[in-house]
């Protein structure tokens, strides 16, 4: 049985930072690719960022480039997301989902694997 588990997420000033970390167990996590998901109010699940199996190759929307940073440890089957100059319009929950492939993927329904999300709120 796959368990995604985030976690990270909280209450920060725009112009803050945080970051978030998700854990995955039950697959080969060192061949699984990783993506960071959002979900704001009223809104519809969109790509954050994402990272191949080995952490080579990474995309991120154009919103967070520059600003989060994805990154992977496959010794701790975990994939984390640096978040630098948070917005309010940011503010939402924010998903780690797991894929059966090496490679990322920018659409959700490629990945099979969810977790239940770490709220992330933004104050102006």
């Known amino acids: 049985q796959v368990q995604v588990v985030e976690s990270g997420g909280g209450l920060v000033q725009a112009g803050g930072s945080l970051r978030l970390s998700c854990t995955a167990s039950?697959?080969?996590?060192?061949?699984?690719?990783m993506g960071w998901f959002r979900q704001g109010p009223g809104k519809e699940r969109e790509i954050v960022a994402a990272?191949?199996?080995?952490?080579?190759?990474?995309y991120y929307a154009d919103s967070v480039k520059g600003r989060f940073t994805i990154s992977r440890d496959n010794a701790k089957n975990s994939v984390y997301l640096q978040m630098n100059s948070l917005k309010p319009e940011e503010t939402a929950v924010y998903y780690c989902?797991?894929?059966?492939?090496?490679?990322?993927?920018?659409?959700?329904?490629?990945?099979?694997?969810w977790g239940q999300g770490t709220q992330v709120t933004v104050s102006s």
């Open positions: 989902a797991a894929r059966n492939a090496r490679r990322w993927d920018w659409r959700l329904a490629a990945y099979p694997y």
């Open positions: 039950g697959l080969t996590f060192s061949s699984s690719a």
């Open positions: 990272i191949d199996d080995s952490g080579s190759t990474i």
